[in-house]
């Protein structure tokens, strides 16, 4: 396949021109596992930063049945009627095992996968988390740089991936759907703090009178917190993607918190504290992995869990005694 | 000083028989920077580790002004009274800072400070919570060692220092004062999922009404999390520890959490997973400190940053670049 063996030069430059195929073939690069390729990843994604960064990155998320691929069907075509370019991307670590993303079902966003100023991309899988969301991150610059200005990033909320993307978004909108009045019960820890705006979905046919309600209860729970960092005051809205209600007015909301965010300087500043955050949390983990990793430390790591369990050492004298094994 | 000169041997067996002389020298030579003292200290802790473990751990919590020193003075006597004998240590970082840890005014707490059961040590001084928090760790083994049954642990709350005591302690408390209706306002974020229980304190004369409020309040809010993994229903209460009312109540909180927790097994699977949790993290903390202090690491990170600021670089390419620096 010669087209696989294209120049980074000449995958660079199709990308700048906002050739779809060889911005597929420089994603394909990033989640592969050969050190070759990922060499080549990493010279197209150099050249393609100083194209980068200039987009929303809007970070959705919500349980499954909640209807996300509907939203962000009605929500990505509302945005290409606006004459943006949308690219979807997702992060779910467990797609290698599940071959479940949401984004896999294509046919469950028809209009949005024919359109010309749209780009689905599946999750890369991958077992770890952190793996997972450094293939993202360098594929929202390849999509920024090939000219997508609105990136969707999707996550189905497991473990730990919606507190990875929101490390990786300006925005982060939460879907939920009304329930039986006890909204707040349950909800994952963290989750509604990290929100920038809850959107209660399915709020169409008899629904309407419990998302009426949820919607209330959200509000009242949103002021409960201390303010963003941001200077936001998040937002609780109403949609139905089905019928495309409310699907303007959370693009209206999104546009209000970027205008309020570049004017504070809190857009610019986020996403520098993101790389900072994403440099040392990349360092710290290869930290981690290399130690915990070593055949020697696995086993006096054992001995000295053992040892523990039997009163005979601290934890401290423990960390001690194995991390003088490798210094 | 001859004292100060007493062999491992002579120290340890005098922690044994409940000696509090012997346990304070045992104390400094755990708060001590000369290494000749800590591989001292680490032997008598050595020596002690069978004998500690008998005891409950409880963490006291609460902002400046609900009335800790007064609280615990009347908790520990009537902890005392009951016939057991009770250690109140304290983790406060900043006190080699402010010198002004509550437990350093043992003004506040007259009757427990000459206590022939009572036991009270300041906070350990040290710019690192983690080193604050190891030396507080060390000091329960001791006394528990001295036969010490109720371990108090005192937090002022400044940074994270509430979860490093969650993560040492059986139970935790959190003192609150009942305030103008919006209880939830402001409030540390995790600082209720961790509680066992919350006490209103200064639950007295004027502020009876409020407080009663406030415990409502509380208690609706503690039913909206998950349930925890000790099957412990977190309770609310009243107290007022100047006229001592509800003080033998919170008593019977923790004793009743105490038998529920040794049923399930989750006492003593909740020490071992501290346990392990401290190793980790103790390992983990030394890991990056080496890293991040090694000067060349240092250089090229501030250099690294200026790229990434100046979009030339990736977070994860210079995460790679500095991690090949080292490796």
């Known amino acids: 396949n010669r087209k696989k063996h294209r120049s980074v030069e000449s995958l660079v430059s199709a990308i700048l021109e906002g050739n779809i195929t060889a911005l597929s073939q420089a994603i394909t690069l990033v989640e592969s596992k050969n050190p070759e390729h990922l060499e080549k990843a990493n010279a197209i994604i150099k050249h393609c930063l100083p194209h980068a960064n200039k987009s929303v990155r809007i970070g959705i998320t919500g349980v499954p049945g909640v209807g996300k691929s509907t939203f962000i069907e009605s929500f990505g075509m509302h945005l290409t009627a606006l004459g943006k370019k949308v690219a979807v991307l997702a992060v779910d670590p467990s797609s290698s095992i599940t071959k479940g993303s949401i984004l896999g079902d294509k046919t469950r966003m028809e209009d949005l ?3 010309k100023n749209a780009y689905i991309r599946p999750s890369a899988s991958g077992s770890s988390l952190g793996g997972v969301a450094r293939k993202t991150r360098e594929s929202i610059i390849l999509c920024e740089a090939a000219g997508f200005d609105s990136i969707i990033i999707e996550t189905v909320g497991v473990g730990q991936s919606e507190t990875a993307v929101h490390s990786m978004v300006d925005f982060f909108l939460l879907l939920k759907l009304a329930g039986a009045g006890d909204e707040l019960q349950g909800i994952k820890r963290g989750i509604i703090e990290m929100a920038d705006t809850i959107a209660i979905n399915k ?42 209600d409310g699907i303007d007015k959370i693009w209206e909301i999104i546009s209000d918190y970027v205008t309020l965010t570049k004017a504070n300087q809190f857009f610019d500043d986020n996403r520098m504290d993101q790389n900072k955050f994403w440099l040392i949390q990349t360092i710290e983990e290869q ?31 423990a960390a001690d005694y194995l991390l003088k094994l490798k210094l």
């Not at 039997?310 to 934890?315: F, I």
Request: charged letters at 25%; proline letters at 4%; glycine letters at 2%.
């Open 113 to 115: 996968v024919k359109n």
């Open 203 to 244: 709020a169409d046919g008899e629904n309407m009178k419990a998302a009426k309600l949820a919607k209330v209860e959200f509000n009242r729970a949103l002021h409960l917190y201390p303010q963003k960092a941001s200077q936001w005051q998040p937002k609780v809205t109403t949609s139905s993607a089905i019928n495309n």
């Open 287 to 317: 930290l981690k992995n290399d130690f915990f990793n070593n055949t020697e430390v696995k086993i006096e790591l054992a001995k000295q869990l053992q040892l523990i369990e039997d009163n005979k050492t601290t934890p401290f004298a």
